[in-house]
């Protein structure tokens, strides 16, 4: 029997262990178990140093959920670079026929998809497996060492979790710093999370575990000298009663007991004591590093009889078994263990085991036991992992060339070699936007000969961390330095994009045009990263000349956006925001939304997260805000798990808009505040000026504060001396006529009439006559007219283009702005008596019915304002009960009711379907109804039919 956690057992079901004590920690963690059988999904983060008694303690409550599902990984310090390693471990836990349903969560497709993707999949994995049996466990131990592509999910999936049982317990090390910051991040973000913190046992405790294991009852003195000596750890206690005599324990006259310190000693003691096939099954394990069956164990060890080699090993508490499942699964019981016999083997040895088990594990594995079995420099072995790695870079998985190369570094027996290949491993790395790996490795670069690759892979690393002055350095120089060398093609595609996307990042929109186009010209790294260049390149001339001089650059792409093939996603969500920044809706959807299907298909866009915050701001200024809150919520959660803060401002000023119009002040604010927090971080870079500037533009905007606005829309004016025509003139390309509209409004708000109407000049030189702005530029035109005291005129403007709209068929396009025209246009005609009281009023009902639908607070009770001082009050409605569901219960009936089913909504929303039926239970709750048909009626019902 051993005690690897307090005492641990001969199986991971926790019978025949030997625990005692934890009772505080046991009783928090019952506490959340009995939350999860609730339906609340809930975290638990076990802490304490190596071999404190954390496993034994999670595996003991672990073993009593005989109504859970129970998924464990455990991290590994040979395995943090090898892409989905935990992930893995989790799935192969999963009955094949179902995890069969869930395609990214395969090993060969884990390392080319996006984190969410993957974690979308896990979710609507975890939501099958809750479907027959219940609850689940995941148990990740040693979460320190797990690869970071598995944490990204993993912390993805936690954020999703809404009303799922699902338990998830992360074991780490107080002294990991790997993990600290990663899982304080990930507990302070969700509402169920707890951390409990295992030390050693006290000296009650103590004793009983030496009466149990020496089956005698130790004296008071005794005990407290094996308290003092060991500190209660469980794992030295046991140590100490393994290998000092009883009759020496009792010796009260010896000063110390001859005892090493060291586990790995007290391990090498007890093989000392078993037969030499238990050993060389024990050995096995070590080297396979993994639950795998016994016959397969037995196999890489050479042992003849491997189940009766097993028995000795068990009973020394060094393997557990795992009878009940199929094929009998085996392994070390805890990772210390799992070292110590790893490191006391003879290293030829240790060769002969890895060689064996490379021919027995996935060919994945099979890379990683042929490097561990490698003992000196290998330099055809790391040829061919190179070799290995240009073809996954080649297919653009990038994360896995990485891999590769890095071990290829590790076996090269010339010091250039090994340093070209570990800068192409971190070049490899950055290629995927998420460089954990890259970073770490920022010192050993640092230290490789001068070269290209290394001011390139430099370059990108001070780029990604907001460094942007050594980072253009860096660039530069490598860029310049490789365009003439034919051999260094690939190197300059590498430095030329991510010097484009730094132009970008300062408005210089001329020189990434120039950059790109060079860089294009060169030829491919990978068709995905050629597209990403493109895109910058048309990104480039947005800034530069504006996003319709911009289009015939992504002129390649198909008319249709289901068309497009999944390495151009990056200029397809390009495209998609040219068009919104023109104002073309319906396109811009059409695109947008494409990109976010395939990505949420694991297609792998490398504008993943922005391009869904994008879609959100078009479905806002569409009027499908329930839909907008759900996508930025996504593109949130998303923004969450990156590995920088490039481009998180745009999820932020999605949920701003919706936030703001629907009257939510503090909600709107912590938006605000986050985009000013990335914005100072980054030193203002322009784009994330402008997100910050519009947001602030919105909230100031929805509370008719005009003098607000205009103070927001400050960071955005070229104020440059020696214009002198007395124009006001923004600074940034993107979202200009965004820009410009407000500009309008806040200065005819604040009587500012000449700026006024020449930046009214602006906007209609700008706007090409299409799309939602022709409305907005109807009501600017109007208001201007009015505040210029040109009542009539106004009143000509606001006729033309309610009648226009219902013309053209887009009456309802944009219904916010559609409404605030409406409303502008039943004010004046109420203060010109221009029209019948019966005319102002239908056309008062038909802005605020707008309103009421979306829910727009602010703009609502300013037009219920306005009606009440004429003497009228808005149309007595029957309070919908669609108006008691919450924002997650109205994400999800809107898609219900659009025909998705459970499991379709769950993968669109990245829920769970369990999420996806207790919300459609509530909302069925809510508004008294029992059917997919009758939802959609309700929905129906609650949307006004506006005035024609």
């Known amino acids: 029997m051993s005690v690897a956690g307090s005492a641990a057992g001969a199986s991971a079901d926790g019978r025949g262990e030997v625990f005692v004590g934890r009772l505080d920690e046991s009783g928090r963690l019952a506490a959340c178990v009995e939350q999860v059988r609730g339906g609340e999904a809930w975290l638990a983060v076990v802490e304490g140093e190596a071999g404190i008694g954390k496993t034994a303690l999670v595996r003991r409550t672990v073993a009593a959920l005989e109504d859970f599902t129970v998924l464990w990984a455990t991290g590994d310090p040979s395995e943090t670079d090898l892409p989905g390693g935990v992930l893995g471990q989790l799935i192969r836990r999963v009955d094949p026929e179902v995890a069969a349903r869930f395609p990214l969560l395969a090993q060969e497709s884990v390392v080319g998809a996006s984190p969410y993707a993957i974690g979308g999949q896990m979710l609507l994995l975890l939501g099958a497996l809750q479907e027959p049996r219940g609850p689940v466990a995941l148990v990740v131990d040693d979460v320190h060492w797990a690869d970071p592509l598995s944490l990204q999910v993993l912390g993805f999936v936690l954020r999703r979790l809404w009303a799922d049982r699902v338990l998830t317990v992360l074991l780490t090390r107080p002294d990991a710093e790997r993990a600290v910051d990663t899982l304080d991040r990930l507990a302070r973000s969700l509402d169920r999370a707890v951390r409990i913190e295992v030390g050693g046992l006290d000296e009650d405790d103590a004793g009983q575990l030496a009466r149990r294991l020496l089956d005698v009852r130790p004296a008071p003195s005794l005990v407290r000298r094996l308290h003092g000596y060991t500190k209660g750890h469980p794992l030295y206690l046991r140590t100490v009663l393994a290998e000092v005599p009883v009759d020496t324990l009792r010796d009260e006259a010896a000063e110390r007991w001859p005892v090493p310190r060291t586990l790995r000693v007290g391990v090498s003691t007890l093989l000392d004591h078993l037969p030499a096939d238990s050993v060389a099954l024990l050995e096995a394990m070590a080297v396979l590093d993994t639950r795998l069956p016994l016959t397969i164990v037995g196999q890489v060890a050479g042992v003849d009889d491997p189940a009766r080699a097993l028995r000795p090993a068990l009973t020394a508490g060094l393997a557990q078994w795992w009878p009940s499942e199929s094929q009998s699964p085996v392994a070390m019981v805890h990772a210390l263990h799992r070292d110590a016999v790893h490191d006391g083997m003879d290293p030829e040895r240790r060769r002969t085991l890895h060689v064996a088990a490379a021919g027995v594990v996935g060919t994945a594995a099979a890379w990683a036991h042929r490097v561990a079995a490698a003992t000196s420099a290998d330099p055809e072995l790391a040829a061919e992992l190179e070799r290995s790695a240009q073809a996954e870079a080649v297919l653009g998985r990038n994360s896995l060339a990485a891999t590769r190369l890095l071990w290829a570094s590790s076996l090269s027996g010339e010091r250039a070699d090994r340093e070209r290949r570990l800068v192409a491993a971190c070049a490899q790395s950055l290629l995927t936007l998420q460089p954990v790996t890259a970073v770490k490795l920022r010192a050993q670069v640092e230290d490789c000969a001068p070269s290209t690759l290394r001011s390139c892979v430099l370059g990108v690393m001070d780029l990604l961390d907001g460094r942007f002055a050594a980072a253009e350095a860096r660039l530069t120089e490598a860029w310049q330095d490789a365009l003439p060398d034919p051999e260094a093609g690939w190197v300059a595609v590498l430095a ?405 089913t459970n499991q379709e909504a769950a993968a669109e929303l990245y829920v769970t379907p369990k999420t996806v039926e207790y919300h459609l239970s509530n909302i069925y709750a809510k508004l008294g109804i029992s059917s997919r048909r009758r939802l959609a009626e309700a929905l129906r019902a609650q949307q006004p039919q506006p005035e024609r």
């Open 496 to 900: 030329g994009t991510f010097l484009a996307v730094l132009m970008i990042r300062h408005s210089r929109g001329a020189e990434a045009v120039r950059i790109a186009g060079r860089t294009l010209a060169l030829g491919d790294l990978d068709p995905a990263t050629s597209d990403l260049t493109r895109a910058m390149l048309a990104t480039g001339r947005l800034w530069d000349q504006g996003p319709r001089a911009a289009l015939p650059d992504l002129a390649h792409l198909p008319a249709e956006a289901s068309q497009a093939a999944d390495h151009q996603l990056a200029t397809l969500a390009t495209r998609g925001v040219l068009h919104l920044f023109l104002g073309r809706l319906p396109a811009a959807h059409a695109d947008l939304a494409t990109v976010a299907h395939r990505d949420q298909q694991g297609a792998g866009s490398k504008l993943s997260h922005q391009s869904l915050s994008l879609l959100a701001i078009v479905e806002y200024l569409s009027g499908d805000w329930n839909a907008s809150e759900s996508a930025s919520d996504r593109a949130q959660a998303i923004a969450a798990i990156q590995d920088h803060v490039l481009g998180d401002a745009a999820a932020w000023f999605a949920a701003v808009c919706v936030e703001a119009g629907r009257g939510r002040w503090d909600a709107a604010q912590r938006h605000v505040d986050a985009m000013l927090r990335i914005t100072a971080a980054l030193g203002s870079p322009p784009t994330e000026t402008v997100y910050a500037a519009l947001g602030q533009a919105m909230v100031a905007q929805a509370r008719a504060d005009h003098v607000a606005m205009l103070r927001s829309l400050e960071p955005l004016l070229d104020r440059a001396e020696g214009s002198g025509d007395g124009r006001i003139r923004l600074r940034f390309k993107p979202f200009w006529l965004w820009q410009q509209s407000l500009l309008v409004e806040a200065l005819t708000g604040t009587g500012q009439l000449a700026a006024a109407a020449l930046a009214l000049d602006d906007f209609r030189d700008g706007y090409d006559g299409t799309g939602y702005l022709r409305v907005v530029l109807a009501r600017l035109r109007g208001r201007l007219a009015e505040a210029q005291g040109r009542p009539h005129d106004a009143l000509v403007i606001y006729t033309q283009a309610v009648a226009g709209s219902a013309e053209e068929g887009d009456d309802d396009a944009a219904p916010l702005f559609r409404a605030m025209l409406e409303h502008s246009y039943a004010k004046l005609l109420v203060a010109t008596n221009s029209a019948s009281r019966r005319e102002a009023a239908r056309w008062f009902k038909s802005a605020h019915d707008r309103f009421a639908a979306l829910r727009a607070a602010p703009f609502l009770a300013r037009c219920d304002a306005d009606l009440a001082a004429i003497g009228l009050t808005a149309p007595v409605q029957a309070p919908s009960r669609v108006l008691a569901l919450t924002e997650r219960e109205l994400s999800v009936a809107h898609l219900i009711a659009g025909g998705r």
